[in-house]
């Protein structure tokens, strides 16, 4: 069964920089994936997704600071944070769909699994 597990969370000073990864197996590496994120008594947000053909795109709160990628070879979803402020602490969950696509989609309810999330505290 699929599996994702996220790791890289911790605390960091406002203006640093964190490298949240995720593992994922049980499953063909070529799903669209990405990065959410969700505070207590807030709705889920996307961060960022990745297509089935490795393109990336991020959402407008983050652009120009966060960077998504793939590592094919160890099946593994990077997102690179850059320039972190406190407004960026919650919990940050990585998600896979199903389907193979040459989009990205923000909508949560497109993605079929989800990891448990990892705080990240700015």
């Known amino acids: 069964h699929v599996q994702l597990v996220e790791s890289g969370g911790g605390s960091v000073q406002a203006g640093g920089s964190l490298t949240l990864s995720c593992a994922a197996s049980g499953y063909t590496f070529t799903s669209c994936m990405g990065w959410f994120r969700q505070a207590p008594g807030k709705e889920r947000e996307a961060v960022a997704g990745i297509d089935s053909v490795g393109t990336g795109k991020t959402a407008d709160s983050v652009r120009g600071r966060f960077t998504i990628s793939k590592d094919n070879a160890r099946n593994t979803l990077l997102l690179q944070m850059n320039s972190l402020t406190p407004e960026d602490t919650t919990m940050y969950y990585c998600?896979?769909?199903?389907?193979?696509?040459?989009?990205?989609?923000?909508?949560?309810?497109?993605?079929?699994?989800w990891g448990q999330g990892t705080q990240v505290t700015v």
């Open positions: 998600a896979l769909r199903r389907a193979w696509g040459r989009y990205v989609t923000f909508g949560p309810d497109d993605y079929d699994y």
